[in-house]
């Protein structure tokens, strides 16, 4: 018998909602696991067994000096380096102090700030290592994960669209929520692969999935000025989950000057 | 180094939800030192919800944990409601609670199944376990599934689902849509009844300390959105009165942040924070004596709200081995299977009588104030507070998560858990010490943006 692909996941500054995914396979679980071994899962698993792994997935950001190290030790472990979720592959929520000063910040939450140890912004980890596979979402959705590392195993290029949520919206049979009811949505400038699923709860979509590929940010954000949203409601729709995907932070900041 | 003296070291606690460690240090056969340490890295919530809209509080939040994202929207709502003298009720309510079962259950099931269980039966995780115990693990992987379907029914995906808002939802089901997930909770139920009765047979420690119980009690039912903060020591306290007896305290050891419950028998030492708009007591430098550790959670709502639960529950609990009291933090395995039990009859019975409203939620208009809001996460009470303006723009917001509050009778427990099984050779005794942990089911990812961190670099 082959011996069985080894898979790790590592955990960065994050919600643990994407690693959380692959324990949510509840169909597909066991046989997940018996396709791969988990080598190192702390969340699952205490067992844990050395590297080097052949695909070790990546959760979260890089926001403080040791993590900036570790991912480097990650790297050198991994045959494929894959990221999931927003955090690992745009910096996540946790990405508006880049907007900021984050002294300001750590001695808002914190009484004795010099105990805090953290770096000015909070970057994804392609901005470090390279990275093999960027899985987008916040969170990443399930059977695109279960997909992804499929594909890796078999040696194939995952299929996961770059197209935008409209496409999704259409398939569904939602009707624009946009054009029939004035509600803003991100949908025409988000990719795709949550399902589209917030138009299809009557409101619009907030970007969770980051930028589409080759995003027309400006047009969409004059369609959203018609439709009376005021220019700070605008920096806050594109600083999301995904602000500090450049063209979501490129937007935010035209508005932002605008103010 | 004497043969009586040993260091315990779990540099990477696994099999709870985040990043934090455990060091131990015995000496002369006694606990010389517990720190319950945490490195998950800060991400300063409460500094860039300042800003923000107050709808957009309960989507934000949601993203301080993936594992009990309803939790963060049901505190953020009722906080956000609280300023701006809203009130949800009738049929929106009831579908606030009914989401909150769908969390409960795939949040108990996950760590009564997956993640706890295996402690009990030596397995380093349910995916050893399931080799040798595959009936178990798949009827449970079948459980917390549908609780798991119940959260991505109402609020479109079981992780930081989409549908929930500040006034009720997006859009609400129709009854017949509901009546679509009846057959498998009645499924649920009956798993949940067996999954209790397992988790009693299994083998307890005998442990138990005279812990101070913390949980919410409302007068007609077993609490999930609201009602009273009700102590085992006699504290009961309206949820805005909550920062006048409870402070975060600075402790030295750890660097932590840990919460931390006033003595109701002194007169209090700071200023109190009475009346809206005021600020919080400081940090409770000095509380010493003055305050003691808590514990919030499964154990704690059982223990304060027994009489609550529905007589088949109750009888469940029974024949699982259960009295009315539940001290021994071992068994809240058990009280996590007869709470999802509660929650799978909870949900049939919301469904039962769910009338559709006419509006998915209610206006809410911002007006400046500050308001709070405190739910039951299902590791215990969440705690929100906003001060928001005219516009609804956030100005200030304050979290406490269940497990920063219960880090330190964690700690606790580990000082008394240790010296009874100092004869265990180092492997037993860590993997104890691990599971007397995860007997609070802790989750780091939350606690984190609200405890010090303490980064050793050497």
């Not at chain 1, 995914?21 to 067994?49: H, K, M, Q, T, Y």
């Not at chain 1, 496409?167 to 400038?189: F, I, N, S």
């Not at chain 2, 880090?407 to 265990?424: A, C, G, M, R, Y």
Request: aromatic fraction near 8%; proline fraction near 6%.
């Amino acid at each position: 018998m082959p011996k069985k692909p080894k898979v790790a996941v590592w955990k960065f500054a994050s919600c643990d909602g994407c690693q959380l995914s692959l324990l949510d396979c509840e169909d597909e679980l066991l046989a997940v696991a018996g396709a791969i071994e988990i080598a190192n899962f702390p969340e699952a698993s205490r067992a844990v067994i050395k590297g080097p792994y052949d695909i070790s997935l990546v959760e979260g950001s890089v926001t403080t000096p040791h993590d900036a190290e570790r991912i480097q030790e990650v790297r050198r472990v991994s045959k494929f380096l894959i990221t999931i979720g927003a955090c690992a592959t745009a910096g996540g929520i946790q990405a508006l102090r880049n907007f900021k000063d984050v002294k300001e910040f750590i001695s808002i939450v914190y009484a004795k700030p010099e105990y805090i140890s953290t770096l000015e912004k909070s970057t994804p980890i392609a901005e470090h290592v390279r990275v093999d596979f960027e899985l987008r979402g916040c969170p990443v959705n399930k059977y695109q994960l279960v997909e992804v590392i499929n594909a890796f195993l078999n040696g194939r290029k995952p299929n996961t669209p770059t197209y935008s949520v409209c496409v999704e919206c259409k398939r569904r049979g939602t009707p624009c929520v946009m054009v029939a009811h004035g509600t803003p949505c991100l949908g025409p400038v988000t990719q795709a692969g949550c399902g589209a699923i917030c138009p299809a709860y009557h409101r619009g979509c907030y970007g969770c999935f980051g930028p589409k590929e080759t995003p027309n940010t400006s047009s969409l954000s004059a369609w959203w000025r018609r439709l009376g949203v005021k220019e700070q409601d605008l920096v806050r729709a594109f600083r999301g989950f995904n602000a500090y995907a450049e063209p979501f932070r490129k937007e935010s900041e035209a508005y932002e000057q605008k103010q | 180094m004497s043969r009586n003296s040993k260091t315990i070291r779990v540099d990477y606690l696994a099999r709870v939800e985040g990043e934090g460690a455990l060091y131990v240090k015995v000496r002369e056969n006694k606990v010389a030192d517990v720190k319950l340490k945490i490195f998950e890295p800060p991400r300063f919530f409460e500094a860039f919800l300042r800003g923000r809209s107050f709808t957009e509080a309960p989507d934000i939040t949601a993203r301080i944990c993936g594992i009990c994202p309803i939790a963060y929207q049901m505190s953020s709502c009722h906080a956000m409601e609280d300023v701006c003298g809203v009130k949800v009720d009738g049929q929106l309510r009831a579908l606030r609670r009914l989401i909150y079962c769908g969390e409960w259950i795939e949040s108990h099931v996950l760590h009564v199944a997956m993640l706890h269980a295996p402690d009990f039966l030596g397995y380093e995780s349910a995916i050893h376990m399931a080799k040798d115990h595959s009936d178990l693990v798949k009827k449970a992987l079948k459980l917390k599934k549908i609780g798991n379907d119940l959260v991505t029914f109402l609020g479109g995906r079981e992780i930081h689902p989409i549908n929930v808002r500040v006034g009720g939802f997006y859009k609400v089901p129709t009854k017949r849509e509901l009546q679509g997930l009846v057959e498998d909770l009645k499924w649920a139920r009956d798993a949940s009844y067996d999954l209790a009765l397992w988790t009693g047979t299994l083998e307890f420690p005998d442990f138990e300390q005279d812990y101070e119980f913390v949980a919410l009690r409302h007068p007609d039912e077993y609490p999930f959105n609201e009602g009273r903060l009700v102590s085992t020591k006699g504290l009961d306290i309206a949820i805005r009165e909550y920062e006048e007896y409870f402070v975060e305290e600075h402790v030295e050891h750890s660097n932590a942040l840990h919460s931390v419950l006033r003595r109701r028998d002194l007169p209090p030492q700071s200023p109190s924070l009475k009346g809206r708009g005021s600020t919080p007591p400081s940090l409770g430098e000095g509380l010493g004596e003055r305050s003691g550790n808590y514990f919030v959670g499964p154990l704690a709502r059982y223990n304060i709200n027994f009489d609550k639960l529905p007589r088949s529950v109750q009888k469940a609990a029974k024949d699982a081995g259960l009295g009315p009291v539940c001290k021994n933090p071992f068994q809240s395995i058990i009280v996590r299977s007869v709470e999802t039990l509660y929650a799978c009859e909870e949900a049939l019975r919301i469904i039962s009588e769910y009338e559709m409203p006419e509006r998915p939620s209610v206006e809410v208009h911002p007006r400046a104030g500050v308001g709070c809001g405190c739910t039951e996460a299902p590791r215990g009470i969440l705690y929100h507070r906003y001060r928001i303006d005219d516009q609804g723009t956030i100005l200030d917001a304050k979290i406490v998560p269940p497990t920063s509050q219960n880090q330190k009778t964690i700690e606790s427990d580990l000082w008394h858990f240790v010296p009874k099984n100092i004869n265990l050779s180092k492997d037993q005794l860590t993997w104890k010490c691990e599971q007397a942990i995860r007997n609070y089911d802790p989750c780091i990812s939350c606690a984190t943006h609200f405890l010090k961190i303490e980064i050793e670099r050497e």
